[in-house]
């Protein structure tokens, strides 16, 4: 095995071991968009997107804690994540199967404004500015942002088939060249 090849497999089964050691112990992030129409005024919309940072997945409850946003509604920047139990019973959870949020859901700040996104047959939010406002969604969308070590994996095992098929040439080239151009 020459030194590219040892090379390319030492770094590829570090990054394999580090990958696998760090899973179940990193935060995971999702990015999330919705939009919807009031029910009190067909004029009045949102839009709100952005990205949930959560602590690691739970087994037990087949859930991440949603630990942190960030994002926009209407222009607004998202100021913060409130905590559970502090706007409608929100429970901050994201659930790993389908539907992605419980019937409490969860509730941040923007423009000073509370909301509340959850699921109660179909997806809403909820806003509180001096009385209470609905949106159904017509779009949600939550989808998971892949790992950097994951990524890093990938592109480790990448690297490593691309040196085994540069090195296979090579020798085959080598080959071709001492045997006067014939390959046996």
Do not use: W
């Not at 949930?52 to 087994?59: A, I, K, N, Q, V």
């Not at 098929?165 to 071709?176: A, E, H, S, T």
């Amino acid at each position: 095995m020459n030194f590219d090849k040892k090379l390319a497999a030492t770094f590829t089964g570090t990054i394999c071991f580090l990958t696998a050691m760090m899973a179940p112990v990193s935060a995971a992030m999702f990015n999330f968009y919705y939009s919807g129409t009031s029910v009190l005024n067909p004029n009045d919309n949102v839009i709100a997107s952005g990205t949930l940072t959560t602590s690691p997945y739970h087994s037990a409850t087949n859930s991440y804690e949603i630990i942190d946003i960030t994002g926009i509604r209407n222009g607004d920047p998202i100021e913060s994540l409130l905590s559970p139990g502090s706007f409608l019973d929100n429970d901050n959870l994201l659930l790993a199967d389908s539907p992605a949020l419980s019937e409490f859901g969860f509730a941040y700040t923007a423009g000073k404004v509370s909301y509340n996104v959850f699921n109660t047959y179909d997806y809403l939010e909820v806003g509180y500015q001096g009385s209470y406002t609905g949106y159904p969604f017509s779009s949600f969308s939550i989808t998971p942002i892949p790992e950097s070590s994951l990524m890093l994996g990938i592109l480790s095992v990448t690297v490593l088939v691309a040196i085994n098929k540069i090195n296979g040439r090579l020798v085959l080239k080598k080959l071709n060249h001492s045997n006067g151009g014939i390959a046996n």
